[in-house]
């Protein structure tokens, strides 16, 4: 079993590095070390359990501090993947696992190219390979609804992929990650999972990746979808789903094995009072799509609105209109012109807005087929 101290050395230059599947463990008690024809390794291979493979990105679940209270101020991504399985032998008794290293990082550092990487490594390890069951990928908390969002649009095969994280580190007393994890894989085996696309579990919640989000910035509890509620809970690691699997409203699904790149889109926040000036300098810097967090139903000042026109008409630039109240809806209806072409981001607030914008644009879509993707998710 690989020590923390070795752990922490090589992951230190770790950062955004290539994925890197896990070496086999060294245990010589456990009889089912096994690497499969995907070179997935695995420190166990019960036949009568199913497998699954959890991809690591870093975050507070593999956070470390030197004080057991501090729940702040501690390091992300410090802990890698095989110290994060071996903390947690009950999974084994759930399944047979195998960690990969795609980046160990403060998810606040993780960039599209990690999104890309993490979506094929998922596609080709778990989604190929009929003898794997699914996904699970941990996460940092603070933009994990960014990249779930991500992965339920590009990872639809089917077999469940579950996004874990922590709102304490794993040197916390009392910390979360580690039940979190085991809930994580436990689910991602049930059967009753599949095609639900990508989900969120924690804090013994399994939320729908088209919808969550992170309500609070401090408190476990914080990953809910305010309007929509809950896929199901789990009681004693045990999954209950409260409803059958369904398509979310509005969802669209893409294939990103050719995409190489995801176009820059970036986020504005409407206020008092606001610049023009913030618009055209996101132009300049190369924002090749922009998203407005709008007052209220994606409301902005009679200037910036011209200044939106301009953009959208002499730049050819999609600008989509969302909400900072990070709830409800932006009806077509509310940001409609006969002078430029407004894009309503209907339930989708200004993150997911993004996530969708910038794939749409990596697959070279018009301004008129951006609307219509978005469409579906408006009521009005």
Request: hydrophobic share 45%; glycine share 8%.
């Amino acid at each position: 079993m690989l020590s923390l101290a070795t752990s922490l050395a090589v992951l230190a230059a770790l950062g955004n590095a290539s994925p890197i599947l896990q070496a086999r463990q060294s245990n010589e008690t456990n009889p089912f070390v096994f690497t499969n024809s995907n070179g997935l390794n695995f420190t166990q291979m019960n036949a009568s359990l199913p497998n699954v493979a959890i991809f690591a990105t870093g975050g507070t679940i593999a956070g470390s501090s030197s004080s057991s209270t501090a729940t702040a101020g501690y390091t992300a991504g410090a802990l890698g993947i095989m110290t994060l399985i071996n903390a947690v032998p009950e999974l084994l008794n759930v399944s047979n696992v195998a960690g990969i290293q795609i980046s160990n990082v403060g998810s606040e550092d993780v960039t599209s190219t990690i999104l890309l990487t993490l979506a094929k490594q998922i596609d080709k390890y778990v989604c190929k390979d009929p003898s794997m069951a699914g996904a699970v990928v941990t996460h940092g908390t603070d933009v994990l609804e960014e990249t779930a969002f991500f992965l339920d649009a590009t990872i639809n095969c089917g077999k469940p992929v579950v996004i874990v994280g922590a709102m304490r580190p794993a040197t916390a007393i009392s910390a979360d990650g580690p039940f979190n994890l085991l809930e994580a894989v436990t689910v991602a085996v049930d059967p009753a999972a599949k095609n639900r696309g990508a989900m969120v579990v924690m804090n013994d919640r399994i939320t729908s990746a088209y919808y969550v989000t992170k309500t609070n910035a401090n408190t476990m509890d914080t990953f809910k979808a305010p309007e929509m509620g809950h896929l199901g809970a789990l009681l004693s690691n045990t999954p209950y789903f409260y409803y059958p699997a369904v398509k979310p409203t509005g969802k669209r699904e893409y294939i990103v094995s050719n995409i190489t790149a995801i176009p820059r889109v970036d986020i504005l926040f409407a206020y008092e009072d606001m610049s023009n000036d913030t618009l055209y300098n996101a132009v300049a810097s190369g924002a090749k799509g922009i998203v407005i967090a709008g007052a209220g139903a994606g409301g902005v000042s009679t200037p910036f609105n011209a200044a939106m026109e301009d953009v959208i008409n002499t730049h050819n630039i999609p600008i989509v209109q969302s909400t900072r109240a990070m709830s409800g809806e932006v009806p077509t209806t509310g940001v409609a012109s006969d002078t430029a072409l407004h894009i309503a981001s209907g339930y989708l607030n200004p993150m997911k807005s993004r996530i969708l914008l910038g794939l749409l644009l990596a697959h070279g879509k018009n301004m008129t087929e951006i609307a219509e993707a978005f469409a579906p998710s408006t009521v009005a």
